[in-house]
C-alpha cells in the first residue's frame, strides 16, 4: 500500500508544475531558480497574470499599479485596524481582505497584492502597541512593507524579501 498523493492531480494549472520528487519548481516555464533573486516581484506578478487580464501594463506601469492599490488598501482599512486588532493576524487579514471589492478585473487581483503588503505589518505593528504606517505608492513592493513593518527598510532586506516573494 502506497501512502501520499503521488500521481493525484488536484488540478490543472497553467501558472506552475511542481516536480516533488525531482525537487524543482517551474513558474510559467521558468524554473524557480531562475526566477529568484533575478526578477523583480512586479516581473513575476505579470508574468502569472499575463492572459489573465486584457489590460495589464508593462512592468513599470504594473510596479506603479501595485504601489497605488497598497494606497487603496490601507486607506479602505484604516478605520477598521482598531477592530481588527485583538483578532489573530489571520483573522485579521481575512476580515481585511473581506471588505475590499470583490471582483475578476486587475484593479481587483492588484487590492488583494496590496492587501497582504498592508495588512501584515500594520496588524504586526498594532500587536506591538505601535501606530501603522501608511504605505508609499513610489516605493518598490517589499521595500514598502518592510518599511511599514519596521518604519525603514535596508536595501539588502528589500532585495531579500524581493526575490522571497
Known sequence: MANGLDDVVAADTVLSDVDGAGGH?????????????????????????DGFFDDLPGDAELEKAIGKARVEVFDRVKPLLAQLAPLDIYS??????????????LADALRLIGAAAVLTPALLRLGRGETPIAPDAKADHAGDMLRMLAGAASPALAKALDSYL
Do not use: C, K, N
Not at 26 to 47: C, D, F, K, N, P
Not at 92 to 105: I, S, T
Open 25 to 49: 519548481l517551474t513558474i510559467r516555464g521558468h524554473s524557480l531558480a531562475e526566477l529568484a533573486g533575478r526578477w523583480r516581484y512586479a516581473q513575476v506578478v505579470r508574468l502569472l497574470f
Open 92 to 105: 485579521g487579514m481575512r476580515a481585511g481582505m473581506a471588505v475590499l471589492p470583490d471582483g475578476d478585473g
